[in-house]
Nanobody
């Protein structure tokens, strides 16, 4: 079995910073794309940023210039550095990964349990 475990959420004032981490554990052979999504109350889950194994990144327009996604392939870990946080960034943030498990012939999508980020004005 594979698990994605997130950490780093919390409460911060507007203009502050947080760093989220997500590590994959279990029978992981390789990880293709990894990313972060978020879901605010009453809204649909949306992509925040994602990153390929080779390091190519993609960001939602609302976070460009403020958030930075990175990964450590040796540690099967993805990070999200969030700077200049705004109240509208308040949401549950979910880690996502497309990965290959032992004995599997194709990638499987996994989600983390979510971590709360709250930004006060």
């Amino acid at each position: 079995q594979v698990q994605l475990v997130e950490s780093g959420g919390g409460l911060v004032q507007a203009g502050g910073s947080l760093r989220l981490s997500c590590s994959a554990s279990g029978r992981v052979v390789s990880i293709n794309a990894m990313g972060w999504y978020r879901q605010a109350p009453g809204k649909q889950r949306e992509l925040v940023a994602d990153i390929t194994y080779g390091g190519s990144t993609n960001y939602a327009d609302s976070v460009k210039g403020r958030f930075t996604i990175s990964r450590d392939n040796a540690k099967n870990t993805v990070y999200l550095q969030m700077n200049s946080l705004k109240p509208e960034d308040t949401a549950v943030y979910y880690c996502n990964a497309f990965l290959r498990e032992i004995y599997y012939m194709s990638d499987t999508q996994y989600w983390g349990q979510g971590t709360q980020v709250a930004v006060s004005s």
